[in-house]
């Protein structure tokens, strides 16, 4: 791992935004509330599964410092120009080194527990765009992707 011991704490935040498309017939039924699963309700336990994503980050990529997490929010909304669910994750903590890597695990994670829950569906399911949109703190300050929609397009439903 790179050395951060020197580096002085502060306030880092990091947002990430993807989203994964869904076939007609499984947007309906997410739509209608009818995907019915023994594990619960698609958009709640993904959210769920994306917060203790961004807590075990450290563990699943190599050599990513463990950092403790201030802040963990993770949003899922269905956009039906797009036919898919969105997911933006917000990761803060005040430390040595950012969150970006704790925002992107949460938001693939949430994601891939979308399509866990709704492979009985369907299996034609895309997931993309995967992102980080915005990053605060550390020496590099503020930064904003200008490339990508923002995070508020295409929220619906």
Same mark, same amino acid.
């Given at each position: 791992?790179?050395?951060?011991?020197?580096?002085?704490?502060?306030?880092?935040?990091?947002?990430?935004?993807?989203?994964?498309?869904?076939?007609?017939?499984?947007?309906?039924?997410?739509?209608?509330?009818?995907?019915?699963?023994?594990?619960?309700?698609?958009?709640?336990?993904?959210?769920?599964?994306?917060?203790?994503?961004?807590?075990?980050?450290?563990?699943?990529?190599?050599?990513?410092?463990?950092?403790?997490?201030?802040?963990?929010?993770?949003?899922? #909304?269905?956009?039906?120009?797009?036919?898919?669910?969105?997911?933006?994750?917000?990761?803060?903590?005040?430390?040595?080194?950012?969150?970006?890597?704790?925002?992107?695990?949460?938001?693939?994670?949430?994601?891939?527990?979308?399509?866990?829950?709704?492979?009985?569906?369907?299996?034609?399911?895309?997931?993309?765009?995967?992102?980080?949109?915005?990053?605060?703190?550390?020496?590099?300050?503020? #930064?904003?992707?200008?490339?990508?929609?923002?995070?508020?397009?295409?929220?619906?439903?």
């Amino acid at each position: 791992m790179v050395s951060v011991t020197a580096k002085p704490s502060t306030l880092r935040e990091a947002k990430a935004l993807g989203r994964i498309l869904l076939p007609p017939h499984t947007f309906d039924l997410l739509q209608n509330n009818q995907v019915h699963t023994l594990k619960g309700n698609v958009l709640t336990v993904a959210q769920i599964a994306g917060i203790q994503a961004a807590k075990s980050t450290s563990q699943l990529i190599p050599l990513c410092h463990p950092l403790l997490l201030g802040m963990i929010d993770v949003k899922l #909304w269905l956009c039906k120009e797009r036919r898919s669910v969105e997911c933006e994750a917000t990761v803060q903590t005040t430390g040595k080194t950012g969150v970006e890597m704790e925002a992107l695990t949460a938001t693939s994670v949430a994601l891939l527990t979308v399509y866990d829950m709704c492979k009985a569906s369907s299996k034609e399911m895309t997931i993309e765009g995967i992102q980080v949109i915005e990053k605060k703190g550390g020496k590099s300050g503020h #930064w904003k992707a200008t490339r990508f929609p923002a995070a508020e397009e295409g929220k619906s439903v």
